[in-house]
């Protein structure tokens, strides 16, 4: 019976990565047709770009005389453009990678049941649950924005990191060992998982916006698509709502964690080496929500922040579980 | 629009929301003004202070040390630390003693308390109350003030809009003001105008956020020094008490005293655990391990509890922790008389995940000359193609012990500490083993096997099981506890409240209809600010039209 379901799930991930591999090339062909488009558009967008400018020059003169609120709060100014398109490309895109999810969740469900737990205990599992977690918050978040733009991204991301799972950390169904049997289990892994969903879309936003605000700079950059993108303010606003709901479930990973390492191992912080990293990005993202709020580190500084905040997620998730010494030695491997 | 350096300030700032007790180089703050070269005057030594406590307390200092606690903190993820890993520490130093002299200089191995770590961490609390005390002294008279006055021109601010409505100005301000109550706004009447303000839980929370910050590190600072930790195996059929003779090892806190330690005795009765024997996966593989102890309080009836992985067990203001386990074979050795000289468990340090052990057994008197054993103890037996034992699966299923015997002096006598679980061979010789004539001994239990030389007789008794409990005595930890619930409450409430000031002008033309104008202001992060103020101005219009009709 495990060994069925441990199959059906398989078979599932197996087929929801082909069919992320064809959502992350509707994707690419969309910017593509962005880039075609915004060439032939060019006088719309000159126009686009113009009001853009226009706006950017009230809100500066607002800043001069004012504080924060005339800079935080500055409205769609571009995207119109982004909002107006819908085409082809962009819908299938989107089709498909809800057809993956489907699937990928189904695998995660098919697994979870076949363990007869959780289905995030080791490695494989890890991945399996956090990539269908980022990929579920990104489809989440279209329905308050549209980020559509990020698919090729975050479907990118999702293949490799399955691509990786299945191949390398992949292992068999077991029990948990004793330290792993708590509620815990089931609160501080899900929401650390979670939060990785969040920082994964802002660090695409910020990569967008540091490419927007060299452009917008008037650095020749040959991505034409970045026309019918939103301003690279725009972008960071976005990054910023992201990644404080990511900050939020992290400081909830951390205070989760504490309480039960304090049940498990008998102390509630005791700089394991996993400790220290989730203690390392913690640090970075509370610099990143100061560093927007720092005169000179708004804007591509604080970007930069958020890029390395989700490379030290990555880490974490991948050389620490994997090669540092310390008591979160679940990898399975 | 009031300029930045308004006078008009019951809030204590201007209109714009330029916040003067900000760091000047925080967003929030009034934007500094156009440098003009001015020649300044000489600091003195007031002077200096002021401007280093600025430094210290400016936003961009508050960031730096942000990040580089971030990198400081790296070092030692990557080295080992004594405090969490100290065999690892041990075995760093053996296999790279140069390089483990000049981590020695630099505190790596101690990283969480070296200097350099504690100085970032304590600059950045030193700038963080620098900056907070401020602005709680700031943010209570904030509370106490009335909404500022409204702007002479709303149609410079943002979410600016307008309706008309034939209902005159006082009631249209009247209802204004409140809905925006309604709304949870604190409101002011300014003329034909309503002054209002939200959000103020949005500074509170920033406030207890950071507070709360620096009471996580004071209770751990100082409450943790009250605190002692113990650990002390315990074979089954045995007891221990909570006192600092009997403990293995004992860590007391800074403020630690003896009498701290109430008395109590724990009994091991037994140990139980569960390997997985189905999933072929994972044989062998401990799902549960359950000790099943009697505890005794001073003064109170024996209990029975047990104390399991994750479910440690209160007792007296400690817990007691499950954190490890293994076999503490019996050995009975004799002399030639066949007079027991030695008879008692050996807790045996486990090797792999099969339980694997290594016994040591120090026999000091009783023969003519000390007698050292080195054992190894397979709890499920079987023979690797190379012909050597191992151990096949954790449970005592046809368990063999080996033994090496060794003769000589022991080295106990010297009054120098010596490790139990390890045995110098330096003062020794092998009479039974690999490099001896006699052959390593090799028992099941109840196995009686002669010594070499007629020396006597060794006998593997019994093999009982031993646990090794961590005793923590923690008063921090409650404390600690609600801080960080402080502190994420805070940070809730500081991202997501949205702070917000808000004002409805009226005015009416010759033709008796009044013009509305709505404006509001953001205070931090707000981006629904403009969605909010066109709603309210639908809402607001909507009633005074029901009130027109009625």
Known sequence: MTETLVSYSLIAVYSAMAIYTFAFIMFAVDLARRSAESSDASAASAT???????????????????????????????????????????????????????????????RGVA????????????????????????????FWQDLRFLGSFITGFALLALGVGTSSFYVDVVPL??????????????????????FALAAGLSVVQLMQSRREAGKALKLRFLDTLPAADRLETLAYRLTVVGFVMWTFTLIAGAVWAERAWGRYWGWDTKEVWTFIIWTIYAGYIHARATRGWRGSRSAWLAIVGFAAVIFNFTVVNLFFKGLHAYSGL | MASTHSSDSEAGDSVTGGDATRPSDHMDAPTPAPESKITQ?????????????????????????????????????????????????????????????????????????SVWFSSIYLLLFISLIGCVLPRTKHHFDALRARPPKTPA??????????????????????????????????????????????????????????????????????????????????????????????????????????????????????????????????????????????????????????????????????????????????????????????????????????????????????????????????????????????????????PVLTLEVYEGDLGLDNGQGTNAYSLNTDSLEQIAGRSSDAETLRLTPGDRLELPNGLGSVEL????????????????????????MLLFGGLITSLFVPRRRMWVAATTDAAGVTTVEYAALARGDDPNLEAAVADFADKHSQQLRVRVES
Request: net charge negative.
């Open chain 1, 48 to 110: 686009g770009l113009a009001a853009a400018s226009a706006q950017q020059a009230s809100v500066m003169q607002a800043a001069s005389s004012g504080g924060t609120a005339t800079l935080t709060a500055s409205p769609a100014s571009t995207g119109d453009a982004a909002i107006v398109h819908s085409p082809k490309s962009l819908r299938i895109a989107m089709a498909l990678t809800v057809i993956a999810w489907v699937l990928h969740v189904s695998a995660v469900i098919f």
């Open chain 1, 115 to 142: 363990a007869g737990r959780v289905p995030w205990a080791n490695m494989f599992e890890f991945t399996l649950t956090a990539t269908a977690l980022i990929v579920g918050v990104f489809l989440l978040v279209q």
């Open chain 1, 177 to 198: 060992p004793p330290a792993l049997q708590s509620a815990w289990l089931v609160i501080h892994v899900f929401v650390a998982s979670l939060s990785t969903g969040f």
């Open chain 2, 41 to 113: 005057p000489k600091l003195g030594l007031a002077g200096y202070g002021r401007f280093f406590w600025r430094q210290l307390t400016s936003m961009r200092t508050a960031l730096f040390l942000l990040l580089l606690l971030a990198v400081a903190a790296i070092p030692g993820s990557l080295v080992p630390q004594i405090t969490s890993d100290p065999n690892g520490v041990i075995a760093y130093r053996n296999n790279y003693p140069d390089t483990a002299a000049i981590l020695d200089f630099f505190q790596v191995f101690n990283t969480y308390s």
């Open chain 2, 153 to 398: 021109r709303l149609s410079r601010l943002q979410g600016f809009t307008t309706r008309t409505t034939e209902a005159d100005v006082t009631t249209t301000i009247d209802s204004a003001r409140g809905l925006l109550r309604s709304q949870r706004y604190r409101t002011e009447l300014y003329g034909d105008s309503v002054s209002a303000e939200r959000g103020y839980l949005r500074e509170t929370g920033n406030l207890v956020f950071h507070a709360a910050l620096v009471g996580v590190l004071v209770t751990v600072g100082i409450g943790g020094g009250f605190g002692y930790t113990g650990q002390r195996v315990v074979v089954e059929g045995y007891a221990f008490s909570n006192s600092l003779a009997s403990y293995d090892s004992f860590n007391p806190g800074r403020f630690f005293s003896d009498d701290a330690l109430d008395p109590y005795t724990v009994a091991l009765d037994s140990f139980e655990p569960v390997y997985e024997i189905e999933n072929q996966q994972a044989i062998g593989q401990a799902i549960d391990f359950t000790a099943n102890v009697t505890t005794t309080v001073r003064g109170d009836e024996p209990q029975q509890s047990q104390i399991k992985v994750n479910e440690p067990l209160s007792l007296s203001g400690t817990n007691l922790y499950l954190l490890g386990n293994g076999y503490a074979p019996v050995i009975t050795v004799r002399d030639a008389d066949d007079k027991v000289i030695w008879s008692q468990p050996t807790p045996c340090l486990p090797f792999d995940a099969n339980l694997g052990s290594t016994c040591i057994i120090k026999v000091p008197d009783g023969l003519d000359q000390q007698i050292g054993m080195l054992g190894f103890l397979y709890p499920t037996a079987g023979t690797l193609s190379s012909g050597a034992l191992a151990s096949v699966y954790p449970d005592l299923v046809s």
């Open chain 2, 461 to 484: 008794t019994s093999i009982p099981r031993f646990v090794s409990l961590d005793v923590h005595h923690d008063p921090s930890q409650l404390p600690v506890l609600l801080f960080a």
